[in-house]
């Protein structure tokens, strides 16, 4: 069966699951004493990594990540990456479409593919013993796409029917409003499926170009995780990928900056507005990405359809119970190389915007300023716990090895990530939330029923206490 995810859902949707998971949390050394795979990494002569943590499963994961996003793009060719990832089921040099579902539907194999801001990922999942198979399926579909006319058209057609329903999901059209803001004038702020206009103009010379730009040996990462042997996968890599040019031809990508600012699409016949507030957030490599993940875990998330209510170990949540300034709200972190986004996307009756905003950002101060050593503790153990509970989920850790891949250069172990949590002390998140989000521009992105959201100096200027 085949499943394309086209939007940033996976990045967002990983770290908003982190506060539904678990409560209680395990110790570096707890952790030390659980079986966890070895990673193995080989880099072949073209440049392409291979990265295996192989387990005794009966199924495994086979991902291929490469360092192609929207973020890579220019304004004229803005959504070729989403373009791209559509016609990889298409067709190829030795498989036709219906080759590839009948191959899929007989072997049982679940084909994937996802476009970011940074990335392009193509997944397949199998029985460990068809890692082989699947692997030279990646590596066709990849390598030797046909990308024919009668396919590009019928794609563009998808990909626009597509589009008209990410415009119609407030949370998609809210959160791309604000990275346009917070990053504009940067390929940052640019939408993963680019405009209408673009997705018309398309045509298999850009798709040809932009995979001999992009799709290169130093640029894509192979990884297997489940039942799959190293070795074995290296061999199969050299045979599928080896052809792959080992030069980077991609551009140096400009460095890119956050604005403060905002931007609404008022409507004031829907009766609810949707909004975003962020700050500019950390990176994935930056030193505070574990303070400010645990302080985000704080402000938590919540729903009016929950049933703890005002019993949940959120305090932003206990006061929307009580006091109905929100139907729902959700804070985030996202990170990319270089900058990230840390905030928080809600949705409020028109007479109660006002009141919501105000309390996020009176919460975003009490942290700053007063977060207790408890409220550390459950939050790490929670974030700890949904780790190591997703530990045996290999399509989960084939998609986290791949990033860390394309961002990191390394493969980052478990256990380092847990006594980074552990060294998240209330000090250390405060001195965090100090640099990153006291009396900071925020940038904002609001629709809807808009009218009593604060003006943006007002808002401002709630992100700083006068103290006497």
Request: hydrophobic share 40%; with cysteine.
């Amino acid at each position: 069966s085949f499943a394309s995810d086209t939007k940033k859902k996976k990045k967002m949707m990983a770290l908003r699951s982190l506060s539904f998971l678990g409560r209680r949390g395990m110790s570096v050394a707890a952790a030390a004493a659980i079986e966890i795979p070895q990673t193995q990494i080989t880099t072949l002569t073209n440049g392409m990594r291979v990265v295996t943590e192989s387990s005794p499963l009966q199924t495994a994961t086979i991902g291929v990540h490469v360092d192609a996003g929207s973020r890579f793009e220019s304004n004229k060719t803005n959504g070729i990456a989403h373009f791209l990832e559509h016609m990889a089921f298409k067709g190829s040099k030795n498989y036709t479409k219906a080759q590839l579902e009948s191959l899929a539907e007989q072997s049982g194999f679940r084909l994937e593919a996802y476009t970011s801001r940074e990335s392009t990922v193509f997944t397949a999942r199998c029985f460990s013993g068809d890692v082989n198979k699947v692997t030279s399926v990646l590596g066709d579909i990849i390598t030797n796409a046909k990308y024919d006319a009668a396919s590009v058209e019928e794609e563009r057609g998808v990909i626009l029917r597509e589009a008209k329903e990410i415009a119609s999901i407030p949370e998609e059209v809210v959160l791309d409003y604000l990275h346009a803001t917070a990053f504009q004038g940067s390929s940052l702020g640019y939408t993963i499926l680019g405009s209408d206009e673009n997705i018309k103009s398309v045509t298999r010379d850009d798709l040809v170009n932009y995979v001999n730009t992009f799709y290169t040996g130093p640029r894509m990462v192979l990884v297997g995780t489940g039942g799959v042997d190293h070795d074995e996968l290296v061999k199969a890599a050299e045979q599928y990928f080896g052809g792959l040019s080992a030069e980077d031809k991609a551009p140096a990508t400009p460095a890119t900056n956050f604005h403060g600012s905002e931007v609404q699409e008022r409507d004031d016949s829907d009766g609810l507005a949707k909004f975003a507030i962020a700050m500019e957030g950390v990176s994935w490599s930056d030193p505070d990405f574990f303070n400010m993940l645990v302080a985000s875990s704080i402000v938590g998330q919540w729903d009016r359809n929950f049933g703890a209510g005002k019993n949940m170990a959120s305090p932003l949540s206990q006061i929307v119970s009580e006091e109905g300034s929100a139907h729902s709200f959700m804070s985030f972190q996202t990170s990319y190389s270089d900058t990230g986004l840390w905030g928080c996307y809600a949705i409020s009756d028109v007479d109660k915007v006002e009141d919501f905003a105000h309390a996020l950002t009176q919460e975003w101060l009490r942290i700053a300023f007063n977060v207790t050593p408890s409220e550390i503790t459950r939050t790490k153990n929670r974030l700890k716990s949904a780790i190591l509970f997703s530990a045996d989920n290999t399509h989960a850790v084939n998609d986290e090895i791949g990033r860390q891949m394309l961002a990191l250069g390394r493969r980052v172990p478990k256990s380092e990530i847990l006594a980074s949590f552990d060294a998240v002390t209330d000090a250390s998140v405060r001195k965090a939330m100090m640099k990153f989000v006291y009396d900071k521009d925020p940038a904002v992105a609001a629709i809807g029923a808009t009218e009593q959201l604060p003006d943006y100096n007002r808002l401002r200027s709630s992100l700083y206490w006068l103290r006497t």
